[in-house]
C-alpha cells in the first residue's frame, strides 16, 4: 500500500521558516518524480512545486520562487520543503504527491499524503 | 498559461440523480492530460479520472469522463451518499476552481 506521511507543519510569525517533510512507502520512491500541492483554507489547489527521480530538477509556482526549495533523500524515501520568507498567504495545508509523467509532463498525482498544515501569523 | 474553469460552482441534487461537471479550458489541450480529482472534507484530493477519460484504479464505473479540445465532461450517473464532496479538473500544474455536489 502507498503511503504519503507529510510532518512539520505548524504555526510561524511572517518572515520565518519551515521545514514540511513526507516519508513515501509502498513504491520504489525514486523512480517518481513528487510535488508539493497545497490548499489555503477553504480555497482550491495549488500546485507548489516539484522534483525530478534524482533531484537534478526542481520547478516551482512563480509565488514561491526564491523562496521555498524542494529536495529528496532517496535513501531515505523523503522529500522536503523548505520555506523562508513566509508570508500570511503562505497559510495553507501543504500535500506531497506522487506524480506520474507521461513523457516529460506531468500526468497526474497518483497518490497524496494526507497534508500538513502550515499556519503564518504574528 | 491555460486557464481551468470548472462550472456550476455548486450542484444541489438528490441521492440517484444524474451529476454533470464541467471544465472548460481557456485552449485546446490534449485529453491525455486532463484529470479530475474528488476531495472529502478533511481528506486529500483523490484520483478519478485520467486521460479524460480513464478510471483509476478502484473508482466505480458510475464515475465517467469525456471530452476533447476545451470541454471536458465528468458525470456520475447515480449519486451516491459518498459522492457528495468537491471536483477538481487538473491539467498538467493547473487545477480548475472546483464544483461543490450537495445534497438537495
Known amino acids: 500500500e502507498v503511503q504519503l506521511v507529510e510532518s512539520g507543519g505548524g504555526l510561524v510569525q511572517p518572515g520565518g521558516s519551515l521545514r514540511l517533510s513526507c516519508v513515501a512507502s509502498g513504491f520504489t520512491f525514486s523512480n517518481h518524480w513528487m510535488s508539493w500541492v497545497r490548499q489555503a483554507p477553504g480555497k482550491g489547489l495549488e500546485w507548489v512545486a516539484n522534483?525530478?527521480?534524482?533531484?537534478?530538477?526542481?520547478y516551482y509556482v512563480d509565488p514561491v520562487k526564491g523562496r521555498f526549495t524542494v529536495y529528496r533523500d532517496n535513501a531515505k524515501d523523503s522529500l522536503y520543503l523548505q520555506m523562508h520568507s513566509l508570508r500570511a498567504d503562505d497559510t495553507a495545508v501543504y500535500y506531497c504527491?506522487?506524480?506520474?509523467?507521461?513523457?516529460?509532463?506531468?500526468?497526474?498525482?497518483?497518490?497524496w499524503g494526507q497534508g500538513t498544515l502550515v499556519t503564518v501569523s504574528s | 498559461e491555460i486557464v481551468l474553469t470548472q462550472s456550476p460552482g455548486t450542484l444541489s441534487l438528490s441521492p440517484g440523480e444524474r451529476a454533470t461537471l464541467s471544465c472548460r479550458a481557456s485552449?485546446?489541450?490534449?485529453?491525455?492530460?486532463l484529470v479530475w480529482y474528488q476531495q472529502k472534507p478533511g481528506q486529500a484530493p483523490r484520483l478519478l479520472i485520467y486521460?479524460?477519460?480513464s478510471r483509476a484504479t478502484g473508482i466505480p464505473d458510475r464515475f465517467s469522463g469525456s471530452g476533447s479540445g476545451t470541454d471536458f465532461t465528468l458525470t456520475i450517473s447515480r449519486l451516491e451518499p459518498e459522492d457528495f464532496a468537491v471536483y477538481y479538473c487538473?491539467?498538467?500544474?493547473?487545477f480548475g476552481q472546483g464544483t461543490k455536489v450537495e445534497i438537495k
Open positions: 504527491a506522487r506524480e506520474m509523467m507521461r513523457g516529460d509532463y506531468s500526468e497526474y498525482f497518483q497518490d
Open positions: 522534483i525530478k527521480e534524482d533531484g537534478s530538477e526542481e
Open positions: 487538473q491539467h498538467y500544474k493547473t
Open positions: 485552449q485546446s489541450i490534449s485529453s491525455n492530460y
Open positions: 486521460g479524460a477519460s
